[in-house]
């Protein structure tokens, strides 16, 4: 008996560093990166702790709402807390001057109330071995608040053995939701976001369903399957949340051209007003002045009545002294 005992804890030692894990989201290496932990629920956080998984797990950093947080000495001056003092449930962690080093295994461990433990699982992968999504084989627009379902199938109408679905980032991927039929076990994702999917047995099309999407719910979505005939095939689905903007985004430029439409009215009205008063006052100038003429003209003709050498009166004649025109005075006796 103690000979089974020892065997079975040297078997232990020899196969549980090839225990296969699961990992929640796939980061690309990069020189300042960040992993991302956001708790979904609205428990209560109590406490958490980073680790690093190699052979034995190697804590990073723990935090505690009432103690704050401790960065330990091999990763000071290199990690640190994101957003932990803006909300309580967002452990993320980020990292200064990342290397080859840093490629592994993470875990984000939190310990809440009422519900428990709470893990999920980061990979962090060089630039080379990071997946591009390649273009999409559709599209989808929709507007914010709407529950959207993407679905993919196979070309054939076989049965499906294996599902996965994934959000595509450029500097990330996150894993939805993973089904294995054959076995029957279904993982699903730490992913920070509700998503409704289907996993039976004996399915032939897959689907996941998002309620109430935001702007951040766009992006790029990967559906890989195995069908029972062992056939595997991928489609990559774009996701537009336009925020409102498709259905609104014409109202600022109509009104925008109501009211340069209505300026540009009053301008032309003001200049036509101000024209043809313009005209009027000319009209009244130009009457005035031949009015003004005629009116001179009779005055010169009434103010000179002799001719311009009168004959030298005798003695005791009235002489009569002519005045320029503008001048409207009496007449002079000599």
């Given amino acids: 008996m103690d000979h089974l005992t020892l065997l079975l804890a040297i078997l232990y030692v020899y196969t549980a560093p090839c225990e296969e894990i699961f990992w929640d989201t796939t980061v690309k290496l990069a020189k300042n990166m960040t992993l991302e932990c956001v708790y979904p629920l609205a428990d209560t956080v109590t406490q958490?702790?980073?680790?690093?998984?190699?052979?034995?797990?190697e804590s990073m950093a723990i935090f505690n709402p009432a103690f704050h947080g401790i960065i330990r000495e091999a990763y000071t001056d290199r990690v640190y807390f994101s957003n932990h003092t803006m909300a309580s449930n967002d452990m993320t962690l980020s990292f200064h001057n990342a290397s080859e080093a840093d490629v592994g295994f993470y875990s984000c461990l939190l310990h809440t109330f009422p519900h428990g433990t709470w893990e999920k699982v980061?990979?962090?992968v060089?630039?080379?071995?990071f997946e591009d999504a390649g273009p999409p084989n559709s599209q989808m627009v929709s507007e914010p608040g709407k529950n959207i379902t993407l679905t993919c199938e196979p070309r054939e109408n076989h049965l499906l053995e294996e599902v996965s679905w994934e959000k595509i980032q450029p500097q990330q991927i996150d894993l939805l939701i993973s089904c294995n039929l054959s076995q029957g076990r279904n993982y699903t994702s730490?992913?920070?976001?509700?998503?409704?999917?289907?996993?039976?047995?004996?399915?032939?099309?897959?689907?996941?369903?998002?309620?109430?999407?935001?702007?951040?719910?766009?992006?790029l979505y990967r559906c890989g399957f195995k069908a029972s005939t062992g056939e595997k095939e991928t489609f990559v689905m774009r996701l537009t949340v336009t925020n409102g903007e498709t259905k609104n985004s014409y109202i600022p430029f109509v009104a925008g051209g109501a009211v340069l439409l209505f300026l540009l009215v009053i301008l032309i009205t003001t200049i036509t007003v101000i024209t043809y008063k313009r005209k009027k006052r000319?009209?009244?100038?130009g009457l005035f002045k031949d009015v003004w003429i005629t009116q001179n003209r009779a005055t010169n003709n009434?103010?000179?009545?002799?001719?311009?050498?009168?004959?030298?009166?005798?003695?005791?004649?009235?002489?009569?002294?002519?005045?320029?025109?503008?001048?409207?005075?009496?007449?002079a006796r000599v």
């Avoid at 060089?126 to 071995?129: S, T």
């Avoid at 032939?204 to 109430?212: D, G, I």
């Avoid at 000319?282 to 100038?285: A, I, S």
């Fill in 302 to 331: 009434y103010r000179n009545p002799f001719p311009p050498n009168p004959p030298a009166g005798g003695a005791g004649e009235d002489i009569y002294v002519n005045h320029p025109v503008f001048c409207l005075g009496p007449r």
């Fill in 48 to 57: 958490m702790e980073w680790f690093k998984i190699k052979m034995e797990r």
């Fill in 282 to 285: 000319q009209q009244k100038r």
């Fill in 126 to 129: 060089p630039p080379d071995n």
């Fill in 122 to 124: 980061i990979q962090v």
């Fill in 190 to 219: 730490k992913y920070p976001r509700q998503i409704l999917s289907n996993c039976n047995k004996g399915m032939k099309k897959a689907f996941v369903t998002m309620p109430n999407v935001i702007g951040s719910d766009s992006g």
